[in-house]
């Protein structure tokens, strides 16, 4: 009984505050738009700061998330206007309880990566009732997009195109291709091992080897090895990402067999990682494709737009994203787009 | 008479094969030997070939056996004296295997993630590498001895927090290690045929060997593992004896990471040795040991480890769909536990004897 009061109580308050802080929010909104449009902007970068509650996956999952946390610990500090929280977890359920927390805390905008797609509803519902906006960067989510503002996402299926394109155009003799994916049904295996599986059968490339690496390099150097042991012939080496090149090009090392551009195999990767487009430079591998982790860029825009009061056009925004072939890579290249 | 007794003695020489516990990973092990051989014998074909650094070295999948399973194996050896003692299994052995890389890419590479030379020599790196280890697994022990936690509860502190650690370590960067002399621990040292990581594991099973031999930590871990009370009042301290399993399979982790990292160079805190923990209890259950402690028999874990890698590399061969991988190996699991429990093993022998005594009187009656 007397928690059911503790509860209600604490409830009640939240309820009260939050009813506040929207009030609040609201009359700053419209202050700044009664105000010339360089003042609004001043006051953000002077007065204020903007409240950001940042969720994201664990920074040590991979290159890819530590670049992108990274880049999101630099754009959003105080020095350019943000007071940003960030909350790490790889699990859906904990990220939810950080959302929430995120919410109670009034922040002005969630910044969302979801680890899973499913059972956001409820709580961006609640963010749209107090006024939080909300929006997603790199992983869509199952919700209705009225509940967010916008989402920032890469096309992976358009990674792997891009890929297959650049393999298409190299007019191989034959393709005899090892494919090494990552871990099964993730977003980035579907939409790379989607973009080679279709060429493959349209165009009759051979696949000598498809199996999951799970994004470590040292199965796919034993998928490879499996494969050389077998004598199975091949000369197009697809891995789902750097690091399992990385352990297919140790295999080949391992059988004297010769890698790169105009060499017998062909290695091909993504994500972009510093070292392997170093790999590109040096001509051990052909091609690497890009997975961008600089979404910041994107979403500061956004926030900005909003805060000028301006509407967002386009809800799903794709990033740019490139893919580097071995003989026309630059130095540049590599300090501008390696992670 | 000797046409009697003839049977007779086969007989106890197969039950007595039975019985030992090494026979039940030697079994699995001939099994996929036989059905490689059925299936494909070019699987056992050894080949002396040039690799791209210009030395000879041996390849074949029997090599890659023996390369790729011998950081379970030796990581075996440090499990199964920690389930004698403890009666349970660590299972941060993939994340603190993450730590012990991070420390020594740290040391070998220092602030640098790139270095031009490595900053330090590779022994100065092992060395601190096993004495976090050895600090990691001692705290896992301390846990496990003094405060009676539950070996699994225990662990999973550091299960969880370890890769972060590991990442922490390094400030969330990957360095490289540069020159060749770092590989070597990983592949293969020029002028040797053989994959240095068998080697080193040849030398982890001697050195066990000797200590199982010439000191009584076997003896103790498992009275500690079959009664800790009559342990004590014969003089033993069982806390310290938990403690020493677990700073030994931290060493055990030490030299694992030393291979792994050494492999590439490099490290990737996420999925390094991941789930390695899983295979290292599994490589223990296959040797025939009893999980809930007691008695063990430390070949038989190193088999088991041999015999998960021939799996996997059996798997790999044939190209079994991606998405059926762990399926083909659950059921291959499952059916070599079951062959392997205690009680299905009993049965077994009572059979055998009840079909030689079956036989002893068709003979006395002929």
Known sequence: ?339 | MSEKLDPKGKGSVLSGLLRNQIFIPFAALILLALFNLIADPTFFALALKQNSAGSYILSGNLISIIDNGSELAILAIGMTLVTASSKGQDISVGAAIAISGSVLLRVLCGDNTRPETIQAPIFVGFLAAAVVSMLFGAFNGVLVAYFRIQPMVATLILFTAGRSIAAWINNNELPIVPGEEFTYFGGYIPGIPLPTPFLIAILCFILTWLMLKFTNIGLYSQSVGINEKTSRLNGLNPELIKLTTYIILGLCIAVTGLIKVSRLSTINYSVIAKDIEMDAILAVALGGNSLSGGKFNMAASIVGAYVIQFLTTTLYKFDVQATALPAYKAVVVIALVVLSAPVVREKFSRLMKKLRSSNHAAAESA
């Open chain 1, 1 to 339: 009984m007397k928690l059911k009061k503790m509860l209600s109580l604490i409830v009640t308050a939240a309820l009260c505050t939050s009813v506040f802080a929207g009030c609040g929010n609201n009359g700053g909104g419209t202050a700044s738009t009664t105000t010339a449009a360089p003042a609004g902007t001043q006051a953000a970068s002077s007065g204020k700061l903007i409240k950001v509650g940042i969720i994201n996956n664990d920074p040590n999952e991979s290159g890819y998330r530590t670049a992108n946390d990274k880049d999101l610990q630099a754009t959003f500090c105080e020095a350019n206007g943000f007071d940003a929280k960030f909350a790490y977890s790889l699990k859906n359920d904990e990220q939810i309880t950080a959302a929430q927390k995120f919410i109670q805390d009034e922040v002005d905008y969630l910044l969302l990566s979801a680890a899973d797609t499913a059972g956001w509803d409820s709580v961006l519902k609640d963010a749209q009732a107090q006024g939080v906006k909300v929006i997603l960067f790199d992983r869509t989510i199952d919700a209705d997009p009225s509940l967010y503002e916008a989402s920032i996402v890469s096309d992976m299926a358009k990674e792997g195109e891009t890929a297959v394109e650049w393999l298409k155009s190299q007019n191989l003799s034959k393709y005899e291709v090892i494919h090494l994916q990552g871990v099964m049904g993730s977003a980035a295996q579907k939409g790379r091992s989607g973009a080679l599986d279709a060429t493959a059968k349209e165009l009759g490339w051979t696949i000598v080897t498809q199996q999951t690496a799970e994004w470590n390099a040292e199965k796919a150097q034993q998928i490879v090895q499996a494969a050389i042991d077998s004598n199975k012939s091949f000369n197009v080496i697809y891995a789902e990402n750097d690091d399992m090149a990385k352990g297919a090009v140790a295999a080949l090392d391992k059988a004297n067999i010769s890698h790169g551009v105009g060499k017998d195999v062909i290695v091909m990767g993504f994500d972009c990682n510093k070292w392997a487009l170093e790999e590109l430079l040096k001509q051990n591998w052909n091609y690497d494709g890009q997975c961008n982790p600089f979404q910041s860029s994107y979403i500061k825009d956004i926030i900005d737009k909003l805060e000028a009061g301006e509407t967002i056009a386009q809800k799903t925004i794709i990033m740019n994203e490139k893919g580097f072939d071995a003989s026309t890579i630059t130095q540049e290249d590599v300090d501008n787009y390696g992670i």
